[in-house]
C-alpha cells in the first residue's frame, strides 16, 4: 500500500542551447496560465459580442498588473525589509518570488483604470466575464509551485503525503524528511473546482447579467479554501512563526468578505430582475 509519494522532480525543464539559459516548469506554468485565461476570456467576448479592442487592452492591462503586483506584493508583504533595503532586487523576478493576493490587488487596480479609461463601465461588469478562467490559470501556477518543490505544508500520515527531495527546507526540522501535504496540489483542486462553478454560471445560468454574482462566487471559491488550506502549510517566513494566522490567512480575510458582500448582491439583483419578469 502506498504510504507516500516521493517527488524528484526537476524544477527545470530545459536549457535553451547557446545562451545557457534555463527555462523552468514554473514560467512554462505562468505562460500556460495566461494562454488558457485569454483564450476562455476570448470565447465570452465573442458570445456576448464586445468590442475586441476592448480585449486586446483587457490582455495588457491584467497581463502586466498580475506580474508586477505579484512581485511587489511578495516583496513587501513578506520581506519588506529586506527589499526596501535593496530595492533593485525587486526587478530580479526571475529569481523567483510572487505573491497570489499581490498579484490580485494589482487587478483590481488595473480593472479600476481599465473601466475608468477603456469600457466606460462598472468594474464588476468587467470581473463578472475576466474571473471565469482565473481558477484554472491559479491552479497551472499551483502546479509550478509543486515542480519547484515549495509552498508545501506539514508532516501527514496520509499515504499522499509527498517526499520533497529538492527542497532545502524538507531536510530541516520540523519536517526532517517525513512525507508532507501537498497543500499545492489542495489549492489547485479548489481552484479548478471554482472555475468550473463559474463556467456553468456564466455559460448555463447567464449570471454574468446579475452585476457582482459571479465574481463574488468566484472570491469565495478562491479565498476561503485558501484561508483553511493555510493551515496545513509551513511557515513561508520566519516573522509568521509567532502569528495567530500567517499572512496569507490575513490577507484572505477582505477578498472573503468583499466575495460575501457582492454574492449577496448579484443574488438580490437576480431575484429583483426575475420578479420583474
Known amino acids: 500500500m502506498l504510504s507516500y509519494i516521493t517527488w524528484t522532480a526537476d524544477p527545470v525543464a530545459f536549457v535553451l542551447p547557446v545562451i545557457g539559459r534555463e527555462v523552468r516548469w514554473y514560467g512554462i506554468a505562468?505562460?500556460?496560465a495566461f494562454a488558457v485565461g485569454v483564450w476562455l476570456v476570448g470565447k465570452e467576448w465573442k458570445n456576448e459580442k464586445l468590442p475586441p479592442p476592448w480585449f486586446e487592452k483587457l490582455e495588457l492591462y491584467v497581463l502586466i498588473s498580475a506580474i508586477v503586483?505579484?512581485?511587489?506584493?511578495h516583496c513587501l508583504f513578506y520581506a519588506p525589509h529586506?527589499?526596501?533595503?535593496?530595492?533593485?532586487?525587486?526587478?530580479?523576478?526571475w529569481e523567483g518570488g510572487l505573491a497570489s493576493h499581490?498579484?490580485?490587488?494589482?487587478?483590481?487596480?488595473?480593472?479600476?483604470?481599465y473601466s475608468k479609461q477603456v469600457t466606460?463601465?462598472?468594474m464588476l461588469?468587467?470581473?463578472d466575464r475576466l474571473v471565469v478562467p482565473v481558477g484554472f490559470s491559479a491552479a497551472f501556477i499551483r502546479l509550478g509551485n509543486l515542480m519547484n518543490h515549495e509552498i508545501y505544508g506539514h508532516p501527514t500520515t496520509l499515504p499522499w503525503g509527498f517526499k520533497f527531495t529538492?527542497?532545502?527546507?524538507w531536510y530541516l526540522p520540523p519536517i526532517n524528511e517525513l512525507p508532507t501535504h501537498p497543500t499545492q496540489l489542495y489549492e489547485a483542486?479548489?481552484?479548478?473546482?471554482?472555475?468550473?462553478?463559474?463556467?456553468?454560471?456564466?455559460?448555463?445560468?447567464?449570471d454574468y447579467k446579475y452585476e457582482g454574482l459571479i465574481f463574488g462566487v468566484f472570491l469565495i471559491g478562491i479565498f476561503l479554501p485558501r484561508f483553511f488550506i493555510e493551515y496545513l502549510k509551513n511557515v513561508q517566513e520566519s516573522f509568521e512563526a509567532n502569528m495567530t494566522l500567517d499572512m496569507g490567512q490575513w490577507l484572505s480575510i477582505p477578498f472573503i468578505v468583499a466575495g460575501f458582500y457582492f454574492a449577496c448582491k448579484g443574488l438580490k439583483e437576480r431575484a429583483k430582475q426575475l420578479k420583474i419578469r
Not at 69 to 73: C, I, N, P
Open 102 to 113: 499581490g498579484g490580485t490587488l494589482g487587478i483590481v487596480i488595473a480593472i479600476w483604470m
Open 166 to 169: 529538492r527542497s532545502r527546507e
Open 82 to 93: 529586506y527589499y526596501l533595503v535593496h530595492p533593485l532586487e525587486i526587478l530580479k523576478i
Open 189 to 206: 483542486f479548489f481552484y479548478v473546482l471554482i472555475s468550473c462553478i463559474c463556467l456553468w454560471m456564466y455559460w448555463k445560468r447567464k
Open 30 to 32: 505562468f505562460a500556460l
Open 120 to 122: 466606460k463601465k462598472s
Open 69 to 73: 503586483g505579484a512581485r511587489l506584493g
Open 125 to 127: 461588469w468587467t470581473f
